[in-house]
């Protein structure tokens, strides 16, 4: 089946390698646009390129960039990085700030339809005024939980997966159990859940939690490798070590959530706080440390390449 990416549609056999979560640019979109002066594009490009390239270096075909409306979603940017190195970018539609409870007075005071049009129409027509489509939607919940405005953007982009048959990631805080709350919303407006990922399962090791996730039917991301003031790199292992061993392999994503900018700290506080979030500590230490612990290379091959191919086309 085709994946649409920023270059064209590419069949889901073509993925190969796949990060499955991570960013070119997060930036915060209303600073961004009143306050221009803050940002450095040529910056952020070169940035963008120089992440792309040494995970291109390391294998990797595919990045699923899932930027949606808040952190700055930037087709140009991603045409201009996608040109430059060749990697099959998979973009998204959606909204992220729906985590801090709150939608634009646009949406809020019109019917719940018009977020799912708006979304379709990325997946339809184009992102941005671009013919680049976009080939998931994204929504979170976050530990303030399902406000009304956050069920109402859950709720417009369930029903924009079922009128266009793609897949969701959603954002999730596994310290409050959102990944459960969040699947009651899906099942209740009929979504088939192997088309959901739940996104940032890995920030916990609170298997029983993990467990009566994964019951319910998604994929999960154990996507933020390398950010380990949440979680610690050991215990973000020992997790996905101990599930592997429970048979749950073709349920996992790997991946880091790195931006190769992101605004969201002052400068110098990732490097000082997070030092190994970015696109490649997936591969210098977290793939020697799953194989020391017993995980084998197919049930890599099949977190990094099956399981993304088989999600994105579901
Ligand atoms: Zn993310």
Redesign the pocket.
């Known amino acids: 089946m085709p994946i649409e990416t920023v270059s064209g549609p590419v069949d889901d056999a073509e993925l190969g390698v796949v990060l499955a979560?991570e960013?070119l640019s997060?930036t915060s979109e209303p600073v961004r646009a009143q306050w221009p002066h803050l940002y450095d594009e040529q910056r952020e490009y070169d940035l963008a390129v120089e992440q792309v390239r040494a995970a291109m270096d390391r294998g990797v075909k595919t990045i699923v960039d899932?930027s949606c409306m808040d952190?700055n979603r930037n087709v140009g940017l991603a045409r201009r990085v996608v040109e430059e190195t060749g990697i099959q970018l998979v973009m998204a539609t959606g909204i992220y700030g729906a985590k801090y409870t709150f939608i634009p007075p646009y949406f809020e005071n019109r019917e719940p339809t018009a977020l799912v049009d708006v979304f379709v129409h990325d997946i339809e027509q184009g992102i941005q005024g671009t013919d680049v489509k976009a080939a998931f939607l994204k929504c979170a919940v976050d530990e303030p939980g399902i406000s009304e405005h956050v069920e109402r953007v859950l709720r417009a982009v369930a029903q924009a997966s079922q009128r266009t048959g793609r897949p969701i990631m959603a954002?999730s805080h596994p310290a409050t159990r959102r990944g459960l709350e969040i699947m009651d919303v899906f099942d209740d407006e009929g979504v088939d859940p192997r088309r959901v990922q739940i996104?940032h399962t890995g920030d916990t090791d609170d298997l029983d939690y993990i467990e009566e996730l994964l019951a319910r039917g998604p994929f999960i991301g154990m996507d933020r490798f390398g950010f380990d003031i949440v979680l610690s790199h050991r215990r973000r292992v020992a997790t996905v070590v101990e599930l592997c061993r429970r048979g749950y392999a073709d349920r996992m994503h790997l991946s880091q959530?790195a931006a190769a900018t992101i605004d969201w700290f002052p400068p110098g506080w990732t490097e000082r706080a997070v030092p190994n979030w970015h696109f490649t500590w997936l591969f210098e230490r977290v793939l020697p440390d799953l194989r020391q612990g017993g995980v084998t290379e197919e049930q890599i091959e099949t977190m990094l390449e099956r399981n993304p191919a088989r999600w994105l086309s579901s």
């Open positions: 979560h960013h997060t899932p952190l954002h996104a959530d």
